[in-house]
């Protein structure tokens, strides 16, 4: 009898301690980092702003460029240009997580990372090192911190930029710098946010008139170039060939957006290194018997430019096509005004703008 006795509590304890067993969670979480065995490595995890996958037409994509340096920003130059790694927004890098490098280095050394990030159609394929074919950028001609624009997509010349040049989003560009400062053993984690680099200039003709303007630059000047290390725009660039638009739709009694183009800016605020355009446009509908003209034509010069801002210059661009009706007692009758405002806040709100009237 004791004999069954122990042997009932025997298995109730044991079916007790199989009880408890399986509410032992087992589960293993996986980092959200892949883990790097190798300890010489700094792993970059990419960030653009978060309008810069939209911003982008159809058929394009966003490409980061990274170049890593040995040394720092006070001794750098080209000689210590260490590698390059490319890689294209939403996929996956060397370790399998998406928008993320590795860089092989060694121990107790100085490290820099420079990031450039721009558009590239979406049917570019990478060649046998990683590397895309650069297409508004040259990445590569331009010094290993620089960036120039080309004047025509995927050739770098001395040729006039093309009418893509103009009301063209994937111009926008971004950069960011990421010192590492001096790399022990341990693997290295960092996440670098990139921001614009570019002014966004913008054309709007305020005289509210209805018709199908006839649109022709005959004039632009720009930047052309960026140094990542310096973060500021440097060459200017100026183009004198005739670029003929097309018509823009003026809607009657609305402000009409005319073009808009992108161009780096220069450290320099005090507008001797800012853009310029001279602008044709001409209504082929006015009827010129009474021997008014149906042609204007504008140049404004140093508009200001700061990245990561949009730059308006506004004015009654028809003034002498469709002249306002002024008093005769007006001391200023048939003159335009030009005023000059800088808002306070950055591009991220679109509402805000320098203006020029």
């Known amino acids: 009898m004791k004999s069954i006795i122990q042997c009932l509590l025997a298995s109730l304890l044991l079916g007790g301690m199989m009880l408890l067993t399986s509410c032992v969670d087992t589960r293993i979480i996986e980092p959200e980092t892949p883990?790097?065995?190798?300890?010489?490595?700094?792993?970059?995890?990419?960030?653009?702003?978060?309008d810069a996958a939209t911003r982008a037409t159809d058929g394009f994509k966003l490409r980061f460029v990274a170049k890593i340096f040995?040394?720092?920003?006070?001794?750098?130059?080209?000689?210590?240009?260490?590698?390059?790694?490319?890689?294209?927004?939403?996929?996956?890098?060397?370790?399998?997580?998406?928008?993320?490098?590795?860089?092989d280095v060694e121990a107790?050394?100085?490290?820099?990372?420079?990031?450039?990030?721009?558009?590239?159609?979406?049917?570019?394929?990478?060649?046998?090192?990683?590397?895309?074919?650069d297409y508004y950028y040259d990445t590569r001609n331009s010094g290993n911190t620089g960036v120039t624009l080309m004047s025509t997509p995927k050739q770098l010349s001395n040729q006039a930029v093309p009418a893509s040049f103009f009301n063209n989003d994937n111009y926008d560009c971004f950069a960011g710098t990421e010192n590492i400062g001096k790399k022990g053993e341990d693997a290295i984690y960092r996440t670098i946010t990139l921001e614009r680099i570019v002014s966004k200039v913008r054309f709007v003709d305020s005289t509210k008139i209805k018709g199908d303007i006839s649109t022709n630059v005959s004039k632009i000047t720009y930047l052309n170039n960026y140094d990542l290390r310096n973060q500021g725009g440097g060459n200017k660039a100026s183009n004198s060939e005739s670029i003929n638009l097309g018509s823009v739709n003026f809607k009657e009694g609305e402000e009409n957006?005319?073009?808009?183009?992108y161009t780096f800016s220069s450290k320099i605020t005090d507008g001797s290194q800012s853009p310029?355009?001279?602008?044709?446009?001409?209504?082929p509908s006015k009827d010129i018997s009474d021997g008014?003209?149906?042609?204007?034509?504008?140049?404004?010069?140093?508009?200001?430019?700061?990245?990561?801002?949009?730059t308006t210059v506004k004015g009654n661009f028809l003034h002498e096509?469709?002249?306002?009706?002024?008093?005769?007692?007006?001391?200023?009758?048939?003159?335009?005004?030009?005023?000059?405002?800088?808002?306070?806040?950055?591009?991220?709100?679109?509402?805000?703008?320098?203006?020029s009237k």
Not at 292 to 310: A, C, E, G, H, L
């Open 35 to 50: 883990l790097i065995d190798n300890s010489s490595k700094i792993v970059l995890n990419l960030s653009a702003p978060e």
């Open 70 to 103: 040995n040394g720092s920003e006070s001794n750098l130059n080209d000689t210590y240009y260490k590698a390059r790694q490319e890689l294209v927004q939403g996929e996956a890098g060397p370790a399998g997580k998406i928008d993320q490098m590795v860089f």
């Open 108 to 133: 107790n050394q100085n490290y820099i990372i420079y990031v450039f990030a721009d558009y590239i159609p979406v049917d570019s394929k990478p060649s046998e090192e990683g590397y895309y074919d």
């Open 257 to 261: 957006e005319i073009l808009y183009f």
């Open 276 to 283: 310029g355009l001279t602008l044709t446009l001409t209504d």
């Open 292 to 310: 008014s003209p149906n042609t204007t034509t504008i140049t404004v010069d140093k508009i200001s430019v700061q990245k990561n801002f949009i």
């Open 321 to 355: 096509i469709y002249p306002p009706v002024v008093p005769e007692e007006d001391p200023h009758k048939g003159a335009i005004f030009l005023d000059v405002l800088v808002s306070e806040k950055p591009w991220e709100n679109l509402s805000s703008e320098w203006t």
